[in-house]
């Protein structure tokens, strides 16, 4: 089965495709612009900041390491309308427990009143959230996801530190033709 490019997620239905690549929902399409941007940044950077954060503290509790990639499943409907979504939250193991009880919570609860996806879907939902609390991501090293979430974050700090150089060379550009103006401007 097809799985999203991005953040792993099975794709059960459809999902969006774009040059080859295959996303679960829009929001990762997104994302996955800035995978094609991350290709060209250097291994060993993308390799540090990774070993970084996944030796570092858990960015949720505070608490020791591993810190990865713990997937979470959540549904819920009204009536004829179903909203179900799996995100990736960057935290350490514990978390990720607590993260994935309170989705079979949730799921349990709001997840059936919707008609038919609500009652198709919540069996999955609370079924990929019940695996998850035996399987996710290995201790010993960081998962593929996490290298993606890393790459497309030095991606964006990329892409936004280029966006301000080049403003800033524009408005310096502007300020000497203003300049220049000022200074052809016929004398009196
Ligand atoms: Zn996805
Ligand atoms: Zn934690």
């Not at 996944?54 to 179903?82: K, M, N």
């Not at 514990?94 to 009652?119: D, E, T």
């Amino acid at each position: 089965m097809a799985s999203c490019d991005y953040c792993g997620t099975t794709i059960l239905f459809g999902g969006v495709k774009d040059e080859g690549l295959r996303f679960c929902k829009e929001k990762c399409r997104e994302e996955g612009f800035y995978l094609k941007v991350a290709q060209q940044l250097p291994a060993d950077v993308v390799q540090s900041q990774m070993r970084e954060i996944h030796q570092g503290a858990c960015p949720r509790c505070g608490g020791d390491g591993p810190v990865d990639v713990q997937t979470f499943h959540t549904i819920w409907s009204v009536l004829y309308f179903t909203s179900w979504n799996s995100r990736p939250e960057v935290c350490c193991r514990r978390c990720g427990v607590k993260i994935r009880i309170r989705s079979l919570f949730s799921c349990g609860l709001l997840g059936w009143w919707g008609f038919p996806w609500g009652v198709l879907g919540t069996p999955i939902q609370l079924t990929r959230n019940f695996v998850g609390l035996f399987s996710g991501p290995r201790p010993e090293h960081p998962s593929a996801e996490l290298e993606n979430i890393v790459r497309v974050d030095l991606a964006q700090q990329f892409v936004e530190a280029r966006q301000l150089q080049e403003a800033e060379k524009a408005a310096a550009v502007r300020a000497t033709e203003d300049e220049m103006f000022l200074i052809e401007e016929p004398a009196e």
